[in-house]
């Protein structure tokens, strides 16, 4: 009878303990996916930086265009990794717009 109402026990801290672990693994996920959501505080740790924050790569072309993307050039082709914060305008201006 002991034995059955710690197995009983057991259960339930198992069971609870697996209620907190899947609950934080949401919330984790839900600002891995949204970081525009996270909280003022946990942008400004690293982590919350680092969320924020776009990698994209920047080259020229043969004609003297220039090109941004989030993936990398054809291979030989010389460029530049840059990061940014996710508010930053990456895109360059129309050539009517250049200086």
């Known amino acids: 009878?002991?034995?059955?109402?710690?197995?009983?026990?057991?259960?339930?801290?198992?069971?609870?303990?697996?209620?907190?672990?899947?609950?934080?693994?949401?919330?984790?996920g839900y600002y891995y996916l949204h970081p525009e959501a996270l909280p003022r505080w946990a942008a400004k740790t690293e982590l919350g930086r680092e969320l924020q924050t776009t990698r994209v790569y920047k080259w020229q072309d043969a004609s003297g265009a220039w090109h941004v993307s989030d993936q990398p050039p054809p291979d030989g082709t010389p460029y530049q990794?840059?990061?940014?914060?996710?508010?930053?305008?990456?895109?360059?201006?129309?050539?009517?717009?250049?200086?």
Request: glycine residues 8%; charged residues 25%; without cysteine.
């Open 1 to 28: 009878m002991i034995t059955d109402m710690r197995r009983k026990r057991r259960g339930w801290r198992l069971f609870w303990w697996l209620l907190v672990i899947g609950g934080l693994g949401a919330v984790a």
């Open 81 to 99: 990794q840059e990061s940014y914060t996710h508010e930053t305008n990456v895109l360059p201006l129309p050539p009517e717009l250049q200086d």
